[in-house]
C-alpha cells in the first residue's frame, strides 16, 4: 500500500512559484509512474504532469509546458512539481497519484492518491 503525502500548496501572486512535494512510503516511487492532477470545484480532475518509472521520461499538460517541472528525488522517495510563472487560473487543489502502468494522461490508471494540496493564485 503506497502512501502519499503533499505539501507546498499555499497563496501567491500572478507570476509568482511553488514547488509542490509528494512524498511516498510503502513503495519505491521508480517503479510507479507518479503523475500530478488538479482540480477546481465542479470540475474533473485534470492531468498536469507526470514522470514514468525507470529512466524517468516526464509529460506534461499544454496549458503548464514550458511553466511547470516534475522531477523525483529516489534517495528522498519524494516527487516535485515545480511550478513557475503562475497564472490565476492554476488555481486548483493538486494531487499526486501513483500507477503501476498504463497511460500516464489517464486518472483511472493512477491507483494511490494523496489528499491535495490548495494553490491559490491572485491576480
Known amino acids: 500500500q503506497v502512501q502519499l503525502v503533499e505539501s507546498g500548496g499555499g497563496l501567491v501572486q500572478a507570476g509568482g512559484f511553488l514547488r509542490l512535494s509528494c512524498a511516498a512510503s510503502?513503495?519505491?516511487?521508480?517503479?510507479?509512474?507518479m503523475g500530478w492532477f488538479r482540480q477546481v470545484p465542479w470540475q474533473e480532475r485534470e492531468f498536469v504532469a507526470a514522470?514514468?518509472?525507470?529512466?524517468?521520461?516526464?509529460y506534461y499538460a499544454d496549458s503548464v509546458k514550458g511553466r511547470f517541472t516534475i522531477s523525483r528525488d529516489n534517495a528522498k522517495n519524494t516527487v516535485y512539481l515545480q511550478m513557475n510563472s503562475l497564472k490565476p487560473e492554476d488555481t486548483a487543489v493538486y494531487s499526486c497519484?501513483?500507477?503501476?502502468?498504463?497511460?500516464?494522461?489517464?486518472?483511472?490508471?493512477?491507483?494511490?492518491w494523496g489528499q491535495g494540496t490548495q494553490v491559490t493564485v491572485s491576480s
Open positions: 514522470i514514468a518509472w525507470g529512466r524517468g521520461s516526464t
Open positions: 497519484g501513483a500507477a503501476n502502468r498504463g497511460s500516464v494522461y489517464v486518472l483511472s490508471a493512477y491507483r494511490y
Open positions: 510503502g513503495g519505491t516511487i521508480s517503479t510507479y509512474n
